[in-house]
């Protein structure tokens, strides 16, 4: 019986960078604020609370306090809002997602309709949109397209979708249009995650995904893994039922970007529990790790 984690489990740049700015600006703060989650997961929400880091959804929450942006961007009316007011405000918007922003700003500015492949409710989506001035189309598959067709039109996606996803978007739109351009923001780091899960999915006769279940890409991983394999999406250790392993040999274990190590090993941890194995681990590093022949 063995339990293996897909490569690149576990946060992403993005993820590493907002959360080294939080800590470092809470050493020269008595208490600092972040508006709306700095990340897609509660327990490392939770822990940088314990650390005078604390989550508000509103604006008028802040009361003079140093602001951080979290790490999906927000909208650019609100960025201004807050320079009008004074707030210090310290971005940990992921440069990836920054770069989407200016690519957005850029085809609109060019004359090209813009089309988002995304989830319109998605805080990184909805910071997105607002850096154009005009009408934009979000749409989370190429179906929602049928029966539009285009003069010039240029493509974005959220950060954290799949290739495929974006392809096939471009493929239902090619004839629907005159100019078409595509710049593929698709984090390389998401991609690279979701081709290692999925290897790990086809080789496996369960999956465990770990990571908040409100968190995009690690939803995104959940659903790759259920197409070959049955999965389960959790947050914690504590979600797990023993009853899962039951005759399962190859057990394959998964995490989105935004899921901290230390969750991951308590996982794997209450896995091997599970399974009667006493070879526990205290890192992420010493979980053996599935490699691709």
Not at 23 to 48: F, R
Not at 56 to 73: A, L, M
Not at 116 to 133: C, F, M, Q, T, W
Not at 217 to 237: D, P
Request: aromatic share 4%; charged share 25%.
């Amino acid at each position: 019986m063995s339990v293996r984690i897909a490569r690149n489990s576990g946060f992403c740049f993005g993820v590493k960078r907002a959360i080294k700015i939080a800590l470092k600006t809470s050493q020269n703060n008595h208490e600092i604020v972040t508006l709306g989650p700095i990340i897609h997961n509660p327990q490392m929400v939770a822990k940088l609370e314990s650390e005078n880091i604390l989550k508000i959804d509103k604006i008028e929450q802040i009361k003079g306090r140093p602001t951080i942006i979290r790490s999906h961007g927000v909208k650019k009316e609100i960025l201004k809002e807050l320079e009008n007011n004074n707030v210090e405000i310290i971005n940990a918007t992921c440069p990836y997602v920054s770069k989407t922003q200016d690519y957005a700003k850029s085809l609109s500015e060019n004359g090209y309709d813009l089309i988002i492949l995304g989830d319109k409710n998605h805080p990184e989506v909805k910071a997105l949109r607002s850096y154009v001035d005009k009408e934009v189309i979000i749409v989370a598959n190429a179906e929602e397209l049928a029966g539009k067709h285009f003069k010039k039109v240029g493509i974005i996606s959220q950060t954290t979708r799949r290739v495929e996803d974006l392809q096939e978007l471009v493929k239902k739109l090619v004839p629907k249009c005159h100019e078409l351009r595509v710049i593929n923001t698709i984090c390389n780091a998401t991609t690279i995650r979701q081709n290692a899960t999925l290897a790990l999915a086809k080789e496996s006769e369960i999956m465990i995904v770990v990571g908040g279940k409100n968190s995009s890409n690690t939803k995104m991983l959940a659903k790759i893994c259920e197409s070959f394999v049955k999965t389960y999406h959790i947050e914690t250790a504590c979600e797990i039922n023993k009853i899962w392993f039951k005759d399962k040999q190859d057990i394959g274990l998964t995490a989105g970007a935004s899921t901290p190590d230390w969750v991951i090993v308590e996982v794997y941890n209450e896995i091997l529990e599970c399974i009667g194995s006493i070879n526990k681990v205290d890192n992420i590093e010493d979980i053996p790790g599935f490699k691709e022949e």
